[in-house]
Structure formats: C-alpha cells, structure tokens
C-alpha cells in the first residue's frame, strides 16, 4: 500500500501541487516503514470514512436497477430472435428465401448490446469501491480505529440524491 494512502487520512497532510502530498510536520514526502507514528486521524478520517462508505452504498443500490436493465432487454433481444427464427420458418415453409428474418435477428443484436452496458458499468464501479472500502477498512484497522456507520439515502423528486450519516469511530487495543 502506498504511504500516501495513509497521509489522504492525516490532518497534518499538506498537498502541493508541485510534489504531490507532504507531512505538514516535517514538509516531507512520508517515509515511514509500515504505519505512521505522528498520524492524526480526526475530520479528514472522519470525511474519507463517510465518502468511501456512501460511495460503496450508491453502488450497492444500483443492483436492482441494473439486474431489471439487463432482464428487461435480454427479453427483447430474446423474443427478436425468436421472431427472426419464427418468420424466416414461415416464409421459408412457404417456399420463399428472404433477409428480413435475418435483420430481424439482427436487430436482436441491439438490446443484447444495451443490455449488458449497465452490467459492465456495475461492475466496474463496484470492484473500485470495494477496493476503496478494502483500503479504508485495512488502515482503520492498521491504526486501531473501528467505525460503524449508517447511511440514509434521500433523493428528491427530480432525481437528486443525498445523504445523512451516523458515524461512530472508536479506537481499539487492536493495532498491527
């Protein structure tokens, strides 16, 4: 894990642009060897802590919606090859070779593609929250800091979400 992961939790990190994140302490890049003896791990703790956790609780939520998306037009592309299959039979039953069941099996391509974006798009964001999370929960523990947090989602009628959070952070014995 990089040192800098432990310095976003700090409150003595200075960020320059020029150099990248320094200790406010010693206006040093961190050196330490495993875990940081000075860390102070107040209100930037506390605002990454409700950050990661929100941002890994939005994604959670899209579960549903994204498993009827892909549901929904599976269906579609499913019932269009189907269609595709039935009419090119008939026709062909009826002696007569066309291409409209074949654009219309075509068509099934369509949704399959549609279909399988949100998929891709969940998975992708949920693999990097949980990495976050992971990364969060790792230093907490590294340091002796346990946190319980709940999350209460709001979204108004126009679609805009917020957030209220109850965060508990309590230090324990328990320290690697």
């Known amino acids: 894990m990089e040192l800098t992961q432990h310095c976003k939790l700090c409150d003595h990190k200075v960020i320059d642009y020029m150099t990248g994140t320094l200790c406010g302490l010693t206006n040093k890049k961190p050196d330490f060897q495993n875990k940081c003896g000075v860390i102070k791990l107040e209100s930037e703790f506390e605002e990454h802590i409700k950050k990661i956790n929100i941002e890994y609780e939005a994604v959670l939520k ?12 599976s269906v579609i592309a499913v019932a269009l090859f189907i269609a595709g299959f039935l009419l ?3 026709i062909f039953d009826k002696g007569v070779i066309s291409t409209v069941p074949l654009i219309v099996m075509g068509l099934g391509l369509g949704p399959l593609g549609i279909a399988f974006g949100p998929l891709n798009k969940y998975m992708t964001n949920l693999k990097l929250a949980k990495k976050k999370k992971q990364d969060l929960d790792v230093l907490s523990k590294m340091y002796g800091y346990h946190y319980d947090i709940n999350i209460v989602h709001h979204k108004d009628s126009l679609g805009n979400k917020s957030y209220d959070t109850d965060l508990k952070i309590r230090k324990t014995s328990n320290t690697h």
């Open 88 to 90: 090119g039979k008939f």
């Open 62 to 73: 899209t579960k549903t919606d994204t498993i009827g998306h892909i549901t929904m037009y």
